[in-house]
């Protein structure tokens, strides 16, 4: 087949980037020329998301390699089921955060520039969608660029709010040298294997003979990048700083999406580049990694020292959203320790949990984001006694919380059960009993909030104006996280058909 | 086929709940709220109802339908199905369940009416009846499981549903909390039960186990343990001993949760569990032993402490602990059919008694105390007329429901050959007699004993109505169980009903019964006359002559003060368990230790928790450089442990 | 012709530089320049490789670094435009009301 060939052949399953790259540049032109339309660019972004939801819904998973560099049968992309189920994660929330933006008091108020904002939105989604796709360095370098560009901008979107803009410098700072550290750990790996496609470097890891040392430290720079973006410890620092100094809606959808496409491609580059083809025990759910390297045993440690760190820090916090963002952090921890299987099972207890997660997280953000406007605080001790003022929001936002926690019967439960239960399965009982040990400190700082809005008596002369837009979207938030704690099928059925990456 | 179709039963309930919970509080009318809740209970009844018809339609063979709703749990070869499992023994629940539980709500309109926690009343009643229906149609152990919490966490809500008011000098929030942990040690006797089911068979769900344990007999001892852990946990939730002192507190929530939760429903989760598993209890006959031994003795405990008590609700709790007793007496000899049958009629009767004791409650302004009664026979027609018929069911008259059921009881007791339980179930019977007309007379007979400024009415209708079902129910509800001496074999159609559900145990039960019909029927001409002899003592006592009871009271004083303060159980169980585990850890530890061990620990655990974090947090020192140089030393620290 | 490994030990030279600026510099202008600096490290040791291989994607890699670099850049500096209207200031260390 002739390049053009090719390329024109890999743009039919290129579709879903296709409509979020022109729902960026529409976007950016209709900011131009209607400037006074308030929801014209939200409705314009749904649209634009609805459509790419669709065209990821129609086009085929099992592509094969998308523009192929011709010289190897390898590309530079693919659309397989794993990359498919991120994808949705992401879109999902791309959605609701749109949805948040139009009722944010933040974002309405606080700047004039919206219309950047639904672009950058767009953007970022877009590279993020690319960043679950990529098989080459190359590729996942730029996609991971473009989020973070993307990314930064929307942290310091509310420029003219100090703390707004602090959070955008520090993001920027640490994100600059995170990706410095792992583009530096790529060319090292260029420079060690000769290729950039990480099948290819697979081929070559088992097959010719190389510095383990070396690789290691080439290796571990890449992780730090992916880290960074999971807020993996120690590469978590700038989460709760970011986090709190971002508007709620980027913050919420940075929680989920961006940790999305880090978890994505974290598990496809360790999966692609280090499994090793030729061991005997390759089964359908186990996959044996290189000799030599005992990555599990380095992610068991970073799992642990993420989820303790984020929990024992979380519980001295009393602004929320500096609570949410370190029980992010710790929520990676758990997901974290699912990979360190090194397991179709742990892979799949991931997937179950970031659909879930996404939901919860989500949900608490949008009460929280709702109660703030209001209330002009995210201070803990600012939410006494607003269970009997605001009932609604409040007993949503426990629902959350307790998910959150992973208690019975909310959806939390079911996927901490899940992955706690493929821990056991396969030996890492002392992971497993970390988690639960963490679960049940997280237990402390969640009910702190809980116990605030319900068993004080008021002191705020706060107002409750509930309107539909937000009993409606807390609904399709709080639908699946109580049902997807007693109904679960499904959703572990779309998981275990998304577990399978391209090649495996 | 509506059978297929039963989840309907169970879900309409919960649409009840969500609408009340939901947008209850925004509904201003009342009438509104009240007929959401009832209604959806009465739909949920009508498919009970019509599932029951399209049953008894079926072949005896065929009476067993599982309604596969999803794959619920599926992890390696943990597999539990969320299903619903239709036979005849579910059915009977259902009905009663659904049915009381519809009467039950729609007397609450009434009784309820002004509340502030109007809607919230109603939305946990619905949700409650939800969890019952999922326990009693559950297909496998984790569902019942479930159901049972499910059931347990709307008791607590609903006994300390008036959280503000005051119960027996402490709170109701008190009395919620008590039998919140006492309900927690049955419940892990449940859970290690069914860990070990799982562990012995592979497997949770009902059909599975039952078939397999029906097929290969159990290890005595394994059957034993297993039977046994899951009898502790029917002890927590059905109030028998050792377990039973939450359900007298109990009596702080409103009424009509007492006549539906405490009374009727929830409280016979533990027989129906043991009747459903059946075939795991009679392949031990210690636990068999210990079942009936329990239940008799909880029944003449439970009675005997009735006897004295003034709180109009304290005295049907000690009842309903006292009948629930009897039902496990029935289970315990082996007589699976008789304790459900008693747990129907009694479910129709001490609906009857709660409801009536409401309607009283009402017209008195919120009086309990039966010495400051009286005389209400002429200002409560209604209540009156169907309070005499349950309490004659109680006390177990021909030809009144009650009498049906207690008398299948107390003769599978003898027949069985456990004549000693038979006579403490015949002085029981006297007991409940006596008791439950010393109710009746001090409430209803003589001259009116409270403050005359209060002017008692009858209920509304509302109130009134379902009172004349319950009485009829409690008048004819026996008739479907007649003595088979009387009708035969086949007459009792109860019996032939529930047969298929006990034929699998029924091959592990040893002692037939081997009396002549003569000795039965004598047998119940002297629990007539013993009923009949406890009813006209408490008439003549209450009613002529008090003085034999003033002569007891003096001569017995240390007794009557054991009944009063309920043999200080309570009392006991607060030395025993509480005061150690509360104020020992305080005093005893703190001399030695300077330590409030069981207290610290926990505490210092936690401290040492936040205090840790407050360290972590410090790293979080605000400036993006320090930052990166933890990022960078942290890859060089991973690399140098690789390295080593 | 100059062994790889000189280009390969400067390269990490440069980069360590980097590195040590970042993590030392208190105004944020040089600290991105500092960052600049890492990243033509990165670029020269792909360089290095792609002409030792004889292959073309590393070269083609140092393009889209460079792209990245100045894009990186460009948001800093109007970033850091932005933090100086709210605090007078651009010293790193002065910029800390988020933490703990």
Known sequence: MDKLGNILHSLNFFYPEIALTLTFFILLLVDLFFRKSKHLLPVLSLIGYVITGYFSFTTPNASGFLFSTGMANVGLYITDS???????????????????????????????????YYALLASFGLGMFLLTSSTDLITIYLAFEMVSLSSYILAGFTRKVPRSAEASLKYIIFGAVASGVMIYGISILYGLTGTTNIYLINFYLANQNYNTLTLVIAGLMIIGGFGFKISMAPFHFWTPDVYEGAPITITAVLSVASKAAGFAILIRFLKVAFVDYAATNLQASLWAILPGFQWNDILAVLSVLTMTLGNLAALWQNNLKRMLAYSSIAHAGYMLSGFVILDNQGILAILIYFAIYLFMNLGAF?????????LGSEDIDDYTGLGYKAPFLTVSLTIFLVSLTGIPPTAGFIAKLYLFAALVNTGWLWLALVGVVNSVISLYYYMRVVKNMFLRESISTYEQKIELGHVLISFSLLIPTLVFGVYFKPLIELAEKSIRIFGF | MITQHIYFAVLFPLIGFLINGLIGYKIKNEKVIGWIGSGFVGLSFLVSLLSFFEVTGLNVAERKIIV?????????SFNVSFAYLVDPLSLVLALVVTGVGFLIHVYSIGYMQGDKGFWRFFAYLNLFIFMMMNLVLADNFVLMFLGWEGVGLCSYLLIGFWYDRKFNGSTTADAAKKAFIVNRIGDFGFLLGMFLIYKTFGSLNFNEVFTIAEKVPLPEATATLITLLLFLGATGKSAQIPLYVWLPDAMAGPTPVSALIHAATMVTAGVYMVSRASVLFVQSEITMMVIAAIGAATAIFAASMGLVQNDIKKILAYSTISQLGYMFLAAGVGAFTASIFHLMTHAFFKALLFLGAGSVIHALHEEQNIKNMGGLKNHLPVTYKTFLIASLAIAGIPPLSGFFSKDEILWETFAHGHSFLFVIGLITAFMTAFYVFRLFNLTFENKSR???????????????IPLIILAILSIIGGFVGMPKVFVGESGNFFYNWLKPVYEPSETYLFNVPLYTHSTEIVLMIISVIVALSGIFLARYVYLENIKPIDWLVTKFGKLYNLLFNKYYVDKVYDLLFVEPIVKGSERILWKFSDVKLVDGFINSVGEFFIEIGGLIRKIQTGVTQFYALIMIFGIILIIFMLLI | MIPLSFYLILSAAFFSIGVIGVLTRRNAIIVFMCIEMMLNAVNLSFIAFASFFGDSSGQVFVFFVMAVAAAEVAIGLAIIIAL?????????????????
Do not use: C
Not at chain 1, 107 to 116: D, F, K, M, P
């Open chain 2, 68 to 76: 596969p709703i999803f794959q619920w749990i599926s992890i390696e």
């Open chain 3, 84 to 100: 100086f209207r709210n605090k007078l200031t651009i010293n790193i260390d002065e910029i800390n009301i988020l933490k703990w």
């Open chain 1, 82 to 116: 794993f990359a498919f189920y991120f994808k949705l994660i992401i879109l999902l929330s791309l959605i609701y955060t749109v949805l948040f933006s139009i009722l944010s008091k933040e974002i309405n108020e606080s700047t004039e520039n919206r219309g950047e």
């Open chain 1, 366 to 374: 949008f009460i929280v984001m709702l109660i703030s406007d209001k």
């Open chain 2, 450 to 464: 409270y403050p005359s400024h209060i002017h008692p009415h009858e209920s509304p209708k509302i109130m009134t």
